[in-house]
């Protein structure tokens, strides 16, 4: 007999798959071009030159006994050394190999960090708006995910709502910045003040509360800004990466928990995302894609088009009329849906009347952003050129004189 | 605060890992040509020429934005129509690409099987000998491994221990055929019986009990013999296999899932795994892997040297008087210890003695068969030619007139 809860799971699609299966079929009717499709967080530009070189070079170069075998179970000690130099110059951290535990992305990271600082049943605290996703992967590890509304005003915390949802049941908070879907960054005052309330909770609680910092869009950040390092500011941090979508390689499945080496545990911590990784299947990612990447750390992908298409898309929703906060990295950007006859948002009806005119926006209800959409620009700039004429006719149409 | 479970399992350390160290470490000291290291089910010959050059043929002409681009969440399906065509042709399936679910690896695949099929709490039953790692993996999924002892006369199954182990509780059966440790397949007759017990069993108890088969050793077999496919013989399979060992590749972490289409739920199992997989974060293998490893499905390493190194100790152990069961695959064996002064057979001393004279052999008893031990002969001939004098004079030195 099959697992009830798993086959009960097969119900719920994800509207964001749906949607975009929606525009792939749609595109095949009516041609690729005639249908912007803004559903899906997929890159849009290819992996950088030097990455192919990487896989070409090894390949030829390196005895394939050593170079396809067995890495040990807690990740290839040059690579580790390569990521936590990186992570120590860029970020003035003082990380060693033991304290770097490759997987395949983030969502295998998730998988560890939660599961080594919770026990069944306890709490992970996420901020709206916030990845979807993030609920299977908490709930799946046996901890259970606790939403903290959005601050709506700038996507900041609420940190009146936080102070008042941290118990004894609280193993760890979550932040993501970049943001998605929002594409704000957690500001270093939020992070200050995350900080100093985590510690006084950790000290009125008796334990410490764990950081978990999930920033796969860490390199995509606009107008020359830097985005606070979440690790540099509380020490027991556990930061999750993914190589996906600076590299534009999220096929490739090459991602890191980074130990923060002033964390409780801080030198055995790698071990357990060891022992964790028998139970979950080991997540270890290729040895080839770790040892290619571990070359082109200081690379990424000409992330320049996402700010383009970012600068296009916000300057069209404000000229609109819409509620919308400028993102200051990944390639999301998340409006308010404009306000139907009675005034209020609703993204759904919003949503639907956009496909209409075969412009695929996404309802961020999903995201803990009711009223809201998601918009992934991570398409070529004349997609969104061509998206804004159409954009401004279905506003017209559908909203004019509401 | 950290989870206590996997802190407590940091003492654990496995005894493989500890006598592969010791033997490195003494390696260093006496040099490697005086360190005879049978600890490790490394593979010893490199990958296939087709393979790496399937890589970079793969790297070079594909566009970077489709090949290192998200594979869809259940595989990509070029990968899985080859595996499920290749599957069929050499053992009369009748797979589609439905049936594939791509994984990093055995581990991985036991990961989603286990969980696909069992509720927690219910029991998979395995047989001894088995892979020590099972437990791990099995356990850390929510159900419980019960193991059945082994039958010693021949390493096949004992139906009567079976029989009394099914229970409500039981999910799932795992078969491990060619068997690490023993190197012994599972005969046509042995898997004729099993089915039909599982059949009876699931008939009586109101629910099918499912086979759970890993297999990655199936490629790696003796005398020109053919291992019989388990799934061939009972429709509730799920086969799990991993191109490590046959292709020489375990870094890169790939494998697969098969359902059989006679299975119940076949057609949304693998949808299951795809479910499970956001949970336990995502075993999906690189993309370029998967095509590289899809373009070479019918090569294998060279995998000779394994029977020559096989025919050369059994030769000796036979020789040499030990009671051993001679292996129809992998790259293990596994005698029985001489017998002590007092008559017995004990698997520590024998190892502790052993690797007095630099022989690295393992102790069995974690592999569920007390007073045996293994050995892990994936190592160039010459090692095992050079070995087998040293055999020889530590038999006579140690056990000579016992």
Same mark, same amino acid.
């Given at each position: 007999m099959v697992n009830r809860q798993y086959l009960e799971m097969l119900g719920h699609k994800s509207v964001i798959r749906e949607l975009s299966e929606y525009a792939t079929a749609r595109a095949k009717e009516i041609g690729a071009e005639n249908i912007y499709d803004f559903s899906l967080g997929n890159p849009s530009v290819p992996a950088p030159e030097a990455f192919k070189e990487a896989l070409i070079r090894i390949t030829k170069e390196t005895d394939p006994l050593q170079l396809h075998g067995y890495s040990p179970t807690v990740g290839n000690p040059v690579v580790k050394k390569r990521i936590a130099d990186s992570l120590n110059r860029r970020f003035q951290m003082d990380y060693g190999p033991q304290h770097i535990f490759p997987v395949s992305g983030a969502t295998g990271a998730i998988a560890h960090a939660v599961r080594a600082v919770s026990e069944p049943g306890e709490e992970v605290i996420v901020f709206a708006p916030f990845f979807p996703e993030y609920i299977p992967y908490i709930n799946g590890t046996g901890a259970q995910i606790r939403i903290i509304p959005a601050? *709506? !005003?700038? *996507? %900041?915390?609420?940190f009146d709502l936080l102070e008042e949802a941290i118990s004894e049941k609280t193993a760890a908070v979550l932040v993501n910045s970049p943001n998605n879907p929002s594409g704000v960054v957690c500001s270093e005052k939020t992070l200050e003040r995350l900080a100093a309330l985590l510690r006084k909770k950790s000290a009125e609680l008796g334990r410490n509360i764990f950081l978990i910092s999930d920033e796969p869009y860490r390199e995509i950040v606009f107008d020359h800004k830097t985005v606070p390092y979440p690790a540099s500011f509380y020490e027991h941090t556990l930061t999750c990466y993914s190589f996906s979508k600076a590299l534009s390689i999220p096929g490739e499945r090459f991602g890191y928990v980074a130990v923060?080496? %002033?964390? !409780?545990?801080a030198e055995d911590l790698v071990a357990m995302f060891g022992q964790i990784s028998r139970g979950i299947g080991h997540n270890c990612p290729s040895s080839l894609i770790q040892l290619a990447v571990s070359e082109t750390l200081e690379e990424t992908a000409d992330l320049s088009v996402y700010e383009t298409n970012m600068n296009l898309l916000y300057d069209c929703f404000k000229e609109l009329g819409f509620e919308v906060i400028r993102p200051d990295g990944t390639f999301y950007i998340m409006p308010k849906a404009l306000p139907e006859a009675d005034g209020l948002s609703d993204s759904i009806a919003f949503c639907r009347k956009a496909l209409q005119h075969d412009l695929v926006f996404v309802p961020a209800d999903g995201f803990g952003a009711p009223g809201y959409f998601r918009v992934a620009y991570c398409v070529e700039t004349q997609v969104v050129e061509r998206a804004i004429p159409v954009l401004r006719r279905f506003v017209e149409e559908e909203y004019k004189g509401v």
């Open positions: 601050s *709506f !005003e700038d *996507f %900041q915390i609420r923060n080496p %002033q964390a !409780e545990h």
